[in-house]
């Protein structure tokens, strides 16, 4: 992976982990620098990962307590979780860091061509399934997937102090599609990018998204690599609105302890006349819901609605709203979280 390198003077440590990850919001990952075959010394191999960490840590200098990124089996989210038993040794406490992927499901993600296992999904998300086209809905791996597997790692590592990078993820842009197709694909793939960003933010994980360069059918990219200039805005805004809805993994740490509102999504359909709010209450509680629009005006509020305990859904009228941002704030029970959702006619 290409990355960033700070140079520090030879202080006694360089930062943490922890302290490095919480200052991380979202990424950028433009490029491999080293590919590593499978197989014996393939990613996340616990023999090659403890003789690096040695290796390094024997250079001295800031090496010695320079934070190191260790990838899972694969790089993969379940075979981390099943086969990651222990983290490597290390001389100095909190100076490792874990690495996974999100490329699920691969069909949405990452499939260009039908297989006799699979076939492409065009389209991603309970709410952005096609009914003229429904062969190419994705049949697993969507939000209940990515709350699943996020919580994992919360719980292997997060949760225990250990910071976790989600170092690629990404959706190929199916830009040979046409007219609904591609107009719904385009919806349920930034909805994708929202969604998942926003989910990882909340589970304490660090995004990464994997820019390959490339702006053409089957492309990544969200910027020109020759001028800077922008190729994908819609992309961009769904990835920045999933990053800029979440709270930092101390702040989510806070709030499961002392809250009653575990959390909340806005979910809208290309064309629909309305949306939905989706919550998860961990008691019952008295709901005030307020919706603005990015110039501060409120565009809907809900007062005094009383749920039990569970997840529940409100629906949202929004014909006529402009797409572009808006913000929910919801209090519960004398809680309060906020959060922003990308609307897309």
Request: charged share 15%; aromatic share 10%; hydrophobic share 40%.
């Amino acid at each position: 992976m290409l990355g960033l390198f700070l140079n520090a003077p030879l202080f006694s440590e360089l930062p943490t982990a922890a302290e490095i990850a919480g200052q991380m919001t979202i990424g950028w990952n433009i490029g491999n620098s080293l590919e590593v075959p499978t197989g014996e010394t393939g990613w996340g191999n616990p023999r090659v990962d403890q003789e690096l960490i040695d290796a390094v840590r024997a250079t001295g200098g800031n090496n010695g307590s320079r934070v190191l990124v260790v990838q899972g089996p694969s790089t993969d989210i379940d075979k981390t979780n099943r086969l990651m038993t222990s983290m490597p040794a290390d001389q100095i406490e909190g100076r490792l860091m874990v690495e996974i992927h999100y490329y699920t499901p691969w069909n949405f993600c990452g499939m260009d061509k039908d297989e006799t296992w699979g076939k492409i999904a065009y389209f991603w998300g309970k709410n952005f399934h096609s009914t003229t086209n429904p062969s190419r809905n994705a049949t697993w791996g969507e939000e209940n997937i990515v709350e699943s597997y996020f919580q994992m790692m919360k719980t292997k590592f997060v949760d225990k102090g250990i910071p976790v990078i989600m170092g690629e993820y990404s959706a190929l842009k199916r830009t040979s599609l046409t007219g609904a197709d591609l107009d719904l694909h385009i919806a349920s793939r930034e909805y994708f990018y929202q969604y998942v960003t926003e989910s990882a933010k909340r589970h304490g994980l660090m995004p990464v998204y994997w820019d390959n360069g490339y702006s053409g059918n089957n492309g990544l990219a969200l910027f020109n690599r020759n001028n800077g200039a922008i190729v994908d805005p819609g992309a961009l805004n769904a990835l920045m609105a999933g990053a800029s809805a979440s709270t930092s993994v101390e702040k989510h740490r806070k709030s499961e302890m002392q809250s009653t509102l575990e959390s909340v999504h806005a979910l809208s359909a290309p064309g629909s006349s309305s949306t939905e709010i989706q919550l998860y209450l961990k008691e019952a509680a008295q709901l005030n819901i307020a919706v603005f629009n990015v110039l501060g005006q409120a565009v809907a509020r809900f007062n005094e609605l009383n749920f039990g305990s569970g997840p529940l859904n409100v629906s949202l009228r929004i014909g006529g709203w402009s797409p572009g941002t808006y913000i929910i704030h919801v209090n519960a029970g004398g809680h309060r979280l906020t959060r922003k959702f990308l609307l897309l006619h």
